[in-house]
């Protein structure tokens, strides 16, 4: 085997835009949290669990995840056993709406129902209202905020479940019919047990996800002063003078709480992994579908329900918001203008431009820091390595809120001011994606016998000769799945323009929110529907180029 | 081939549709040339940036039209309310980070940023023009807008008869959920109001109107919004915060009961501006008839100017009893308001 003179420069390039990427950051939350103008203190932590209103928060943020998780994974699992191991009608359009619905941006579904749903003017309750006299629905409180982050999750619930049991192979399920059991108690205690890893690495990722999630809470709990953990630091940094320690000592008490279950939930995962679950063999799988008799119609009437909350009825409202000459008076006249409004403001191009630029550079930057840590993790193992790899993930168990002002407090003062330049929240987004980004790889990697490698190195190349030319080309369905999810992410990311963005450097994401804020709800209609459109054109374009080229996407 | 010198019927459409546009355009070369050396010093530096707090569908167009009329690039940003829009400002500035040219505030939170000797001291050409009242002495705080607090109401939900005539009205049981407000963490023009009614009628006033099912919104815009949609009826907030929806065609209208309480925005430049001509020229611009006439017709405000018209449909500014405001004691006292407020609100 040739020796790589670039192995190491390479390695210790991306350890040092690791630490600077995720170490610095937290280590400037953790300062900041406890430093005033009179040196260190703990009174900020002291004042983040004494305050009334700082108590509240933390209730709102943990009421906000109990109920929402339990039904996204109820509605998740649901919808992904049914789809993958019954006989029912529509389940590849389930599939491709699900899809359509993990990549959507959050605040299509709090548009839409804060439209449908508002508590005096809302469309629905004025039907309920003439039919029979009552406003049932207020969707500006915590019960409207569950039911659009129920709507949000549930296709990631969906998603990963899905892809679990599809790698499982349907003898099991094979046999429990022989031996009598009936269709649905095949699905309850035989497929949903299987995947038993795939709902608890769910069930952690959802309560990251609640807990880092801003557009939901913005739009539906601002405006009736129910703040979460997200809301609640916006509205410390932004008021004057700004409270940042105090921010940051709640961001900190968040992570930790965050990190903690994130940490016994991984714990957990990795002993269910050991033995019991391991159902995928060496050989290849066959795929049973149930029979589940007169049910079939009704379990495709629940799937197509949820799809059509998720998905349909969303976007057909905010087309319509976007459309209507007069929302005021629910005008069924179409025009053009807020489309055209929005299109021709005089920020719109480098809008645009600053969008597609950050959400490129996200995944390029991205996908090559990642791909070099998993590859040095996995194929040159040493402590250096692994220890970069779990630095890598550990912004995984920060929520992002806590995480975007830590990047902020990194990069705002010398020697390196980065702030009001797209490369901060380039790093602030490479640096959170990059958790998933390590794992797409590992799992990638995983799945390439060593053998293909160890050959390429046999004949006489180096590792990184092995790396480019054997391990690169095999992963490249993983490599581009991984930077277009990297690239959708970027995009549909609130939190990191929300609060590192400056006005030449304000994205699509952020300007669609600051558009609804001002009572702009058609430009902010139109807005999310350009917003859609480019994303949807990019996956099109991807699509099209990498069928062309073999590649295989979803 | 000869030119024809026949006025066809064509080219006499021609002019009558495009003499407004002859017009502005004229208007707007005649202004910007008259800038002088200011115009210079602005064409030098290139470019200007401002943070402002309006709806920015409107006031974006408002102030891009600078950009049109004199080729220096404009930029704008609105981050919200006046206190995130000084807590940015702060920040930035705090680590070197000077990105701002020229700040549109309320006219107390101008006040503290002079008083940190965050802001530079100009008096502009066109403040010669400026209504005594609203003049600025020290060249700080250049007010460019006049606004009053008012109840901006919904005209399919609240007739005309039933409005409140003074502000304890609101307190009765017809207004029993439907009021909203905005919050003074921040709104600083929410804040003046919230400080001139306290001083009116004491926290017992607020007292009543949050057991009245009061609502407040971060910003007055979304109050206004709400009333808009009908979500609620009636909004205590700047005339200026409806511009949007009225634009819309919403069903709003503006009712002054008999105390405005007003609330003045001012222009300030930054004093590490990083384009000083630029924004130097751009201050005069806001206080020259062309861009004060459109805070009147687009923002829906009152201009500074004497000779412009007030917005649509509104009394004049000199038939309207302004109670001077005093903004040292707004500035001591603020803590303590907020601090009341959020108890009053949270009860």
Known sequence: ?554 | MPYDHRFSRRNALGLIAGAPLALQTGLGRAWAQGGGDLLEGARKDGKVVVYSIFPQTVESLMMMQYQEDTGVTMEYSRIGGTNPTLQKFYSEVKVGQYLTDVIVLEKSAAIIATNDGMLASFQPPNDASVVEAFRSKDGYAHTVIASFHVAVYNKNLLPEDQLPRQWSDLTKPEFKDKLVVGSPENSGSAMVMIKTLVDMYGWEFFEALAANGLIETNREVEGADLVARGERVLAVVAQTAPAAQIKAGAPIGIHFPDRPIAAEFAASIAAQAPHPNAARHFLDYMLSERYQTRVATDLGGYSVLPNVAPPAGLPALSSLRVEPFDYAKLLEEREAILEKWRSVMSA
Request: hydrophobic content about 55%.
């Open chain 1, 1 to 554: 085997m040739k020796h790589d003179t670039l192995r190491q420069p390479l390695f210790w390039f991306s350890a040092v835009l690791v630490l600077a990427l995720t170490v610095l950051p937290l280590a400037w939350l953790v300062m900041g949290s406890l430093t005033s103008r009179a040196g260190l203190t703990v009174g900020h932590y002291v004042d983040a669990f004494t305050a009334v209103s700082n108590i509240r928060t933390i209730w709102n943020s943990l009421r906000l995840a109990l109920w929402s998780i339990p039904i996204a994974l109820v509605l998740g699992i649901f919808s992904a056993v049914t789809v993958a191991r019954l006989d029912i009608p529509f389940r590849g359009f389930v599939r491709t709406a699900s899809i359509v619905a993990f990549v959507s941006p959050p605040w299509v579904a709090a548009i839409a129902y804060a439209y449908l749903m508002s508590p005096n003017a809302g469309g629905i309750n004025l039907l309920v209202d003439a039919a029979i006299g009552l406003k049932p629905f207020n969707i500006f409180s915590m019960g409207g905020m569950v039911f659009c982050s129920v709507l949000f999750l549930y296709p990631y619930v969906f998603l990963t479940v899905l892809s679990a049991l599809d790698n499982i192979d349907s003898s099991y399920e094979e046999a429990a019919i022989t031996t009598g059991c009936s269709p649905i108690r095949t699905l309850a205690t035989i497929s949903i047990p299987l995947v038993t890893p795939a709902i608890i690495t769910c069930t952690i990722f959802s309560l990251i996800m609640i807990w880092s999630l801003y557009s939901i809470p913005a739009l539906l709990g601002m405006p009736s002063k129910i703040y979460v953990f997200a809301t609640y630091l916006f509205f410390l940094l932004n008021g004057f003078p700004p409270k940042l320690e105090l921010a940051s000592a709640i961001a900190v008490i968040f992570a930790v709480f965050a990190g903690t279950l994130v940490w016994l939930g991984f714990r957990l995962v990795r002993k269910a992994q050991s033995g019991r679950f391991q159902v995928v063999g060496g050989k290849g799988h066959k795929r049973m579908d149930l029979d589940v008799g007169g049910l079939r119609l009704p379990i495709a009437a629940v799937n197509l329900a949820i799809v059509a909350t998720a998905i349909l009825l969303p976007y057909l409202v905010v087309l319509y918001l976007s459309l209507s000459a007069d929302i005021y008076g629910f005008s069924l006249k179409a025009t053009l203008a807020h489309h055209l409004g929005e299109l021709s403001a005089p920020a719109m191009p480098k809008i645009i431009l600053n969008t597609l630029g950050l959400a490129t550079a996200t995944a390029v930057l991205g996908a090559a820091v990642a791909l070099t840590i998993a590859f040095f993790d996995m194929r040159m193992p040493s402590r250096a390595s692994g220890l970069v790899s779990v630095l890598a993930m550990f912004p995984v168990a920060v929520p992002a809120v806590a995480f975007v002002i830590g990047v902020m407090w990194a990069w705002i003062q010398p020697p390196v001011v980065l702030y009001g330049t797209l490369l901060i929240m380039v790093f602030a987004q490479v640096a959170r994606f990059l958790p998933l980004a390590t794992q797409h790889f590992r799992d990638g990697l995983n799945q390439i016998h060593v053998s293909l490698e160890e050959a390429a190195c046999t004949c006489g190349a180096s590792q990184l000769q092995t790396l480019r030319k054997i391990s690169v080309p095999l992963i490249r369905p993983v490599l581009v799945a991984t930077m277009l999810l990297l690239f959708m992410s970027s995009m549909r990311d609130l939190i990191t323009p929300i609060f590192l963005s400056t006005p030449s450097t304000q994205v699509m994401s952020s300007r669609i929110f600051f558009m609804w804020s001002e009572g702009e709800i058609s430009r902010a209609a139109a807005g999310t529907i350009h917003f859609i459109l480019v994303m949807g054109g990019v996956y099109v374009i991807c699509w099209f180029v990498l069928r062309r080229s073999g590649v295989k996407m979803i």
